[in-house]
């Protein structure tokens, strides 16, 4: 098909024409041509820079095309691209996982790999309920928080509140039994609901983003309030699955957003910053005690689970990487200057009025901006921001009206600023 556009590039023409890009209605949709990216700043075509204010959907720590990340997939792919990880193993996944075995807490030590937040999340599911298999008590109920994601698979997806994104696949979904995200005012039936339902002894799992829920809109709740679900699901025999995908690598503040507890869960999903946002990989961590149960002289009780890609080196080198530049001072400084910066920029916006509901933690900062109607993702006002923000230069996504920060730890404090600025011309505009 011929188009009549001239100011288009061949490559962007066959972007016009085959791509299908996520999360997008495509009818009418515009997209930005990118030429690079370098640190917080990514290059378009027609010349602009635009500061990457959401670390590309929350997975780039150190900035995009870092050089030492960079030298280490290169130095990677010219020795081991890829092998089969089954029969096969290789020194850049032992390495990793080692890495983060001493990083994570409690007795976290058995790596399972994958290639994104959603089969991570698939991983756990299935670790969990075949792990109870496999002790011959089988179980069957998971339990989830009100409003969670846990990504696009079917497996997640059930576990995912479904009225936003997942309507047209409600029938496919197994049945979930759903708790609200506890806060002061409903903790106590919070606690009680949720006791309710693991009282019946049939609770395979109990899956959460740990202190805050992501793309629910950033909801920030109280690691006390975990705490205890966490030792109430332990104590009927229910496993907890922390859902690291975008806390984990420092987002909040912490390595791990389970630092924050005291009781250490039994499985961890960790994707996005895992391989600094050069490539995509996943990793599932199960605790000794699950491992156990699939420790056996009998081959049915094997993991059934495994992908083309699993323990890519290439991938592997880059976390590899990522985790050497997350472990240096300079970064864990640049986490908490971004801590900081946040809650000077909360102390300017707080009393404005068409800012409600400001939380933070760690390097992300969300406020809810004030419409007629509840917040929502459809919210009218989310389009008209996010085309405001790249006119000032500045990549923000809000989800619906609720308005966030999730910037690379690399961002300078003066980009950081133009962000902050970017926002409150907004709220002077609209
Ligand atoms: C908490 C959480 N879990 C899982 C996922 C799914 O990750 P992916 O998009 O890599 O499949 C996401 C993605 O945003 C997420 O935020």
Redesign the pocket.
């Known amino acids: 098909m011929e188009r009549e556009r001239t100011d288009l590039s061949d490559w962007e023409m066959w972007d016009e024409q085959y791509v299908w890009h996520p999360y997008t209605q495509m009818k009418g949709a515009k997209h930005l041509s990118v030429e690079s990216a370098k640190g917080s700043q990514i290059k378009l075509k027609d010349g602009r820079e635009i500061i990457d204010a959401v670390s590309s959907?929350?997975v780039n720590p150190h900035g995009h095309s870092h050089p030492y990340i960079a030298e280490k997939i290169h130095e990677q792919a010219q020795n081991l691209a890829h092998v089969i990880f089954a029969g096969f193993r290789h020194e850049p996944a032992a390495r990793l996982a080692k890495t983060l075995a001493d990083w994570l807490p409690g007795s976290l030590n058995r790596v399972f790999f994958s290639d994104?937040?959603?089969?991570?999340?698939e991983a756990a599911l299935k670790m969990c309920i075949q792990a109870h298999y496999n002790e011959g008590k089988p179980k069957k109920t998971i339990v989830a928080f009100e409003g969670a994601?846990?990504?696009?698979?079917l497996g997640?997806i059930s576990t995912s509140a479904q009225d936003t994104f997942f309507t047209a696949f409600k029938e496919y979904t197994f049945e979930i039994q759903r708790i609200p995200l506890p806060n002061a005012g409903n903790f106590k039936d919070c606690f009680e609901k949720f006791h309710s339902v693991l009282k019946d002894g049939d609770v395979a799992a109990f899956i959460y983003?740990p202190l805050v829920q992501?793309?629910a809109g950033m909801e920030i709740y109280s690691p006390f309030h975990l705490e205890q679900l966490i030792q109430l699901a332990k104590q009927w025999g229910a496993y907890c699955i922390a859902?690291?995908?975008?806390?984990g690598f420092g987002r909040t503040g912490k390595t791990f957003a389970s630092e924050y507890m005291e009781t250490s869960p039994d499985v961890i999903?960790l994707?996005?910053c895992l391989t600094g946002g050069a490539l995509?990989m996943?990793i599932t961590v199960g605790s000794d005690e699950i491992y156990e149960k699939f420790f056996s002289d009998e081959k049915q009780k094997m993991f059934f689970h495994g992908h083309s890609f699993t323990g890519n080196p290439i991938g592997c080198a880059a976390s590899i990487a990522s985790l050497e530049l997350l472990k240096k001072q300079d970064c864990q400084d640049a986490i908490q200057r971004i801590n900081r910066q946040h809650k000077a920029f909360s102390d300017r916006i707080k009393s404005h009025p068409k800012v409600t509901r400001l939380r933070m933690m760690g390097t992300i900062l969300a406020f809810d901006w004030k419409i007629d109607e509840k917040t929502n993702y459809y919210a009218e006002i989310r389009d008209e921001l996010y085309e405001f923000f790249l006119s000032k230069g500045v990549l923000l996504r809000p989800l619906g009206n609720i308005v966030y920060i999730l910037p690379p730890y690399c961002i300078s404090k003066e980009e950081l600023e133009e962000v902050y600025s970017a926002i409150e011309s907004a709220l002077e505009k609209f």
């Open positions: 959907w929350w994104n937040g959603s089969t991570a999340v994601y846990h990504g696009d698979t997640a983003e992501g793309a859902d690291e995908v975008m806390t999903c994707s996005k995509p996943a």
